[in-house]
């Protein structure tokens, strides 16, 4: 990312590459559009050519997911959550999970801990990332006590925060 | 909200779901504000904040993946903005109260005088007006069909390139899997040894060492993995071969050398190039015994 900050084209490109399936795969399992998630997938990079300060440095791969589900969000709710175009200024913390421990984590191995959640603790979280709803509609979809599905999304991230970690260990 | 212990368990869990980013407006506002004043929830926010993230690479899947001509349409026009941004020459600011420079004239031009109007009739000024406006619009197609030649060529380029890329590295990975098939070997033959060591082994078959781990974790730029061999006899290790795993972490070398004479196994972080002694702790020093 410094590079990218000291416009280095190349550098940028190679962020591209390393990420334009993540961003695209948010963004096309969110809108199920795939002009949209091109669009969506080309203006996410192009702001962040434009701004790159907006990453404040943590895990880069969890910051434009973020990003990307954000402005998918502003895509489906077709209003503005937040001004077009805005990063979220929160995101990037040290204080998330621990840079270095982050670095070492990949997607194949965030999508192994997906999969070893409960499907009870798995499907909520993910209906709630990927669908963009409220914990009151994730109740009411799945037939499930408001109290249980929060209860539920606690558990799931807190058993995912600790497997990532411990396959990063 | 306050803070009986009770209390405490669902304002963390709508904490998590705030992480999540499930409350709706109005919650997330004020469990936002009850952050700001609560150390235990933000603790809580932090800690799953990040984890809810990740949860994104759940859909980088190869159902929910750009396809090659999306990824090349997609590329091209990223790359090709970043290109031009960067060839922009840097804007010349003229300095506070500076007159600025008048256009470029011609010393001694004549100067320009407006014609006298002539009393031509409308007819010739409205064929004059349709001339202009047929000239206007083959002039703007002209270009817009010259631009999109620019940009099929561009992507045709590009996926070329793309192919290429492709053919080379399936050659690589033919070899690699070639490679690959005869170490493998070696780790079934019947005559094996293994030794288990932490995410594998080591096999010693056919007089050759080989190293196999799963779930290695990814280094950080400027490190490699370095195995070292302790001969019998020997006092201090020596250095062997450096590598890093693929991308799944999966990991599968043949050390140089003959295996017959080698009494322990190490592995460890080294900077790139290695080194001649470790200098980290090794992640395992396995006696082939």
Not at chain 1, 16 to 41: C, K, N, P
Not at chain 1, 66 to 90: H, K, W, Y
Not at chain 1, 136 to 150: C, F, N, Q, S, W
Request: contains cysteine; hydrophobic residues 45%; negative net charge.
């Amino acid at each position: 990312m410094a590079r990218v900050r000291d416009r280095d084209p190349a550098a940028f490109e190679s962020l591209y590459d390393g990420f334009h399936r993540l961003v695209y795969g948010i963004a096309q399992r969110m809108l199920d559009d795939s002009m949209a998630a091109e669009d969506l997938t080309q203006a996410v990079f192009l702001k962040l050519w434009a701004d790159p300060d907006a990453f404040h440095g943590g895990n880069f791969g969890a910051w434009i997911a973020r990003v990307a589900r954000n402005r998918a969000l502003d895509v489906i709710r077709a209003r503005s959550v937040r001004p077009e175009g805005e990063f979220p200024i929160d995101l990037g913390s040290d204080d998330d999970l621990d840079e270095t421990v982050l670095a070492k984590i990949e997607g194949e191995r965030v999508r192994a801990a997906l999969r070893a959640l409960p499907d009870e603790q798995r499907a909520p979280i993910e209906l709630g990332f990927f669908g963009g709803i409220t914990h009151e509609e994730i109740a009411r979809r799945t037939g499930t006590p408001l109290g249980t599905v929060k209860t539920r999304i606690r558990s799931g991230l807190r058993k995912l925060r600790e497997a990532l970690e411990a396959s990063a260990a | 909200m306050n803070g009986s212990s009770e209390h405490d368990e669902a304002l963390l869990d709508s904490v998590a779901a705030y992480a999540l980013g499930t409350l709706s407006e109005a919650e997330a506002r004020d469990v936002a504000a009850h952050i700001a004043t609560c150390a235990e929830c933000a603790r809580e926010y932090h800690d799953l904040r990040g984890a809810a993230d990740l949860v994104g690479y759940a859909a980088e899947t190869p159902e929910y993946a750009p396809n090659e001509l999306q990824s090349a349409r997609m590329k091209s026009a990223i790359v090709r903005h970043v290109r031009a941004a960067s060839d922009v020459p840097p804007v010349t600011v003229p300095a506070p109260g500076s007159t600025p420079a008048p256009p470029p004239a011609s010393p001694g031009a004549p100067v320009a005088t407006l014609p006298v109007r002539s009393r031509a009739p409308w007819l010739a000024y409205l064929a004059a007006a349709a001339c202009l406006a047929v000239a206007f619009l083959s002039t703007f197609q002209l270009s817009n069909v010259r631009a999109q030649h620019e940009q099929d060529v561009q992507q045709l380029t590009l996926l070329r390139a793309q192919v290429d890329q492709q053919e080379v590295a399936a050659n690589e990975a033919r070899g690699h899997l070639a490679l690959t098939q005869s170490i493998v070997a070696d780790l079934l033959a019947p005559g094996a040894q293994r030794f288990p060591v932490p995410r594998g082994l080591v096999a010693r078959s056919n007089g050759r060492i080989v190293i196999a781990l799963q779930h290695l974790p990814a280094l950080p730029k400027g490190k490699v993995y370095q195995a070292w061999t302790l001969r019998r006899g020997a006092k201090a290790v020596a250095p062997s071969i450096t590598f890093t795993p693929d991308t799944s972490g999966l990991l599968i070398v043949e050390l140089p050398g003959s295996a017959t004479d080698i009494a322990a196994v190490a592995l460890s972080v080294e900077p790139t190039g290695g080194s001649k002694a470790p200098t980290t702790t090794p992640a395992f020093v396995r006696p082939l015994s």
